[in-house]
């Protein structure tokens, strides 16, 4: 794969398009202009290429999206096939048939209790509505009073205002505080930082949200949790278990369960929704980033018919949820988001990430003796490396010094994008990525650490 590349003063022309035009996300943009950004002009494979023809593995999955790699001839046609009928109507008042199609399909594939599919366009925004699916439900059961979320801290469930209520991320979400509603806050179980064992880690958490429910449960509508791993948090894993308790917890005390599976869904974790791993039934669930494969935006919330129900009745009793997005159901996102599936079924692609996460965890056992590696933290496909400055004592880094960012430049300079969440350096490569691939970039990143950390 090789491109003649732009010229100098292309790219240079590029990069005052950024400057003059351009906010990217999540960026400082003074440091950004700065540095020599990359522009990606196209991608194969488990790669994308940028406009000087330089190749890059794609070690992050295009921030946690790609599922079947760039480019697939199969999720092509199945946009030009559809782009052939029509890109876009309205599911508001009407249906159509990708959006019918796929909401079946997503009640198939997830956990038994959700039944029906509501349709929006990101992460964030399939959280929102559940929160005001969560939030309304009680109003609509006659029990207004339960109007009081529960979250974890350090979570991350997307940027919107209700989204980033029952965030706790405080680098994120501190400086909007006032915007926010309140929202009780749990503690995540994080054994690497906890004085004690796995076991008395999730002890102390669960006896922390059994407290809550236990004085105030008839307040509570909602328990918020991203299955099994706090991705933007540093890929923090939960204890076996852990989640499973926490669904008991909620029937015990008729909360509501919401499972965000945006990061966890389809496949990353090994399973085809991570709430499968413990055979956890929640009552809502978000779903995102990889239901198109990672081509389009769409997102969904499913819930229970419970929840549901409680939203059917006659015109004048006023009981419909009054939310809605332009895109939602977009043909063009369901479509492809079909052929993803069909991919996922075709493939073995579940069981192929299996294998995949046994091969990533035996090579990465030599990444976690590097002097400044403190912790591995690894689910199937999502991985953590948390670096700090004294491995015995687990001595962070000096955030000022960027360690994190800096080793993930070095990879970038090796031929790896990826970015890192603090200290915490990410790989989640694509989940279709060879053997070859997988030993490639965790040899990448483990030269990276070495160099920056001058071990």
């Not at 294998?355 to 199937?380: F, I, K, T, W, Y």
Request: net charge negative; hydrophobic share 45%.
């Amino acid at each position: 794969m090789t491109l003649a590349g732009t010229s100098t003063a292309a790219y240079a022309e590029l990069l005052e398009q950024n400057r003059r035009f351009l906010w990217n996300p999540f960026t400082q943009m003074k440091d950004y202009l700065a540095d020599a950004p990359v522009v990606i002009e196209r991608g194969e494979g488990v790669k994308l290429v940028d406009v000087n023809g330089v190749e890059y593995y794609d070690g992050n999955s295009s921030l946690w999206l790609n599922v079947h790699g760039h480019n697939r001839p199969e999720l092509n046609e199945a946009i030009v096939a559809q782009l052939e009928k029509v890109a876009h109507s309205t599911l508001l008042g009407m249906a159509n048939v990708p959006a019918l199609e796929l909401a079946e399909r997503l009640v198939e594939l997830t956990p038994s209790r959700v039944a029906k599919v509501f349709f929006s366009d990101s992460g964030a925004t399939a959280v929102e509505i559940g929160l005001k699916v969560a939030f309304a439900y009680w109003r609509r059961v006659g029990r207004p009073e339960k109007k009081v979320f529960v979250a974890f801290d350090n979570g991350y469930h997307g940027d919107t205002v209700g989204a980033m209520s029952v965030g706790g991320i405080d680098l994120f979400h501190a400086e909007f505080g006032p915007l926010l509603f309140p929202c009780e806050r749990v503690s995540f179980p994080h054994p690497y930082r906890y004085p004690g064992t796995e076991e008395e880690c999730a002890r102390a958490s669960l006896a922390e949200v059994e407290a809550l429910f236990e004085s105030d449960a008839r307040r509570i509508a909602c328990l918020v949790v991203e299955p099994l791993v706090q991705a933007a948090a540093g890929m923090r894993t939960m204890p076996a278990g852990f989640l499973a308790e926490l669904e008991r917890l909620c029937r015990e005390h008729d909360v509501l369960l919401f499972a965000d599976e945006v990061a966890t869904g389809f496949g990353r974790t090994g399973a085809m929704f991570a709430c499968e791993h413990e055979g956890v039934e929640p009552d809502l669930m978000s779903l995102g980033k990889g239901l198109t494969g990672g081509y389009l935006p769409v997102a969904a919330t499913l819930v229970s018919d419970a929840v549901y129900d409680a939203f059917y009745g006659d015109f004048a009793e006023q009981k419909a949820l009054f939310h809605g997005h332009s895109f939602t159901g977009n043909q063009l996102g369901c479509a492809v988001a079909l052929a993803s599936l069909d991919l996922f079924e075709r493939d073995g692609l579940v069981g192929r990430v299996q294998e995949s996460s046994r091969l990533l965890e035996r090579r990465l056992r030599a990444v976690s003796e590097l002097p400044h590696v403190g912790d591995v933290r690894q689910r199937g496909l999502m991985v953590g490396i948390e670096l700090v400055s004294e491995r015995s004592s687990k001595e962070p880094f000096d955030w000022r010094e960027r360690t994190g960012q800096r080793v993930c430049q070095r990879a970038r300079e090796l031929g790896m994008l990826t970015r890192p969440l603090g200290d915490v350096v990410v790989l989640m490569p694509p989940l279709v990525t060879e053997r070859h691939d997988l030993e490639a970039m965790v040899g990448i990143l483990e030269l990276a650490i070495l160099d920056v950390t001058g071990a």
